[in-house]
């Protein structure tokens, strides 16, 4: 699956960890790093791939546990879910949730908002 840049050329920012997720979140169970670089199949380190495997634990985008004497790193969620979790880290960020959800709302196209309301209509309310 070498989906790597050419010999001689770097990747843009962020893709080696995107190929990572991409690879995880395909993968039935979880994976080491010699299964992570050996399925990448270019020339990166073993090194390498544990430090980025390390980050994106640190990042939250990961679990992993105890393989033998290595870790073997699945997602915390799919590709929806972490959008979803990005989406929730924004909102936390900004300490007006009211004004950001209602900016949100207002900027949504109709369908989305006519799906977002059918979604919450169907929730039951927890306060």
Not at 27 to 54: H, I, M, R
Not at 57 to 63: H, I, P, Q, V
Not at 101 to 107: A, G
Not at 112 to 124: T, Y
């Amino acid at each position: 699956m070498n989906t790597g840049p050419a010999p001689g050329e770097r990747r843009p920012g962020g893709a080696l960890e995107a190929e990572v997720l991409a690879l995880l979140q395909s993968s039935p169970q979880a994976l080491t790093p010699g299964e992570v670089l050996q399925s990448l199949g270019d020339d990166l380190s073993y090194s390498t791939v544990v430090t980025v495997l390390s980050r994106m634990f640190d990042k939250g985008l990961l679990t992993r546990g105890k393989q033998g004497r290595a870790y073997a790193y699945a997602p915390v969620a799919d590709a929806h879910g972490l959008t979803a979790r990005r989406m929730r880290q924004v909102l936390e960020s900004d300490s007006d949730r009211e004004a950001v959800l209602t900016r949100f709302v207002e900027d949504l196209p109709a369908r989305d908002e006519q799906l977002l309301r059918q979604l919450l209509g169907g929730l039951p309310d927890q306060e």
